[in-house]
């Protein structure tokens, strides 16, 4: 069977990463909501980046990040969400676009990468510092009532 191959998801086709966001993010409710919501992100600056099996017409494992600059950061690559299908998980795929994700950084010349994680997701945390990122910084967090 031939490898997955991972490639930059262009908007119009953002239904192919549905799946595997909607695993990590099930606020972003039916797929209509997600492309609206994704259409959006795009303007300023989000993408997507997702891996593709032979013969499966969803991306198995999707990061979506955005790149910019900050006076705490300089310019950096933020990982804004990374999943894999729920048919998928555990196939080492999140691994690969970590991977694609720091030669995109390298590419773009960013100081540094971001990503946050909620913090139960404990799997998550190891692939994290097995893929040479560091715990940094608390993130902190105020709901506000609409």
């Keep these: 069977m031939p490898e997955p191959v991972v490639r930059e998801i262009k908007a119009g086709e953002d239904a192919v990463a549905y799946g595997a966001i909607a695993a990590l ?3 972003v409710g039916s797929l ?3 492309e609206e919501i994704v259409s959006k992100q795009r303007e300023g600056g989000y993408r997507m980046a997702g891996i593709f099996e032979a013969g499966v017409s969803e991306s198995v494992a999707v990061a979506g990040f955005s790149v910019g600059r900050r006076l705490a950061w300089g310019s950096y690559l933020c990982v804004e969400d ?4 729920p048919d998928h998980q555990c196939e080492g795929h ?3 676009l970590l991977r694609w994700v720091v030669e995109e950084a390298k590419r773009l010349a960013v100081d540094s990468i971001h990503l946050d994680s909620e ?3 404990f ?3 190891r692939l994290y510092l097995r893929s040479g990122f560091r715990i940094s910084a608390h993130h902190f967090q105020l709901n506000l009532e609409p």
């Design 25 to 27: 993010r099930p606020l």
């Design 32 to 34: 209509s909501q997600f």
């Design 82 to 85: 990374a999943s894999a299908h």
């Design 94 to 96: 999140v691994d690969q």
């Design 119 to 121: 913090v139960q997701r």
């Design 123 to 125: 799997a998550a945390h």
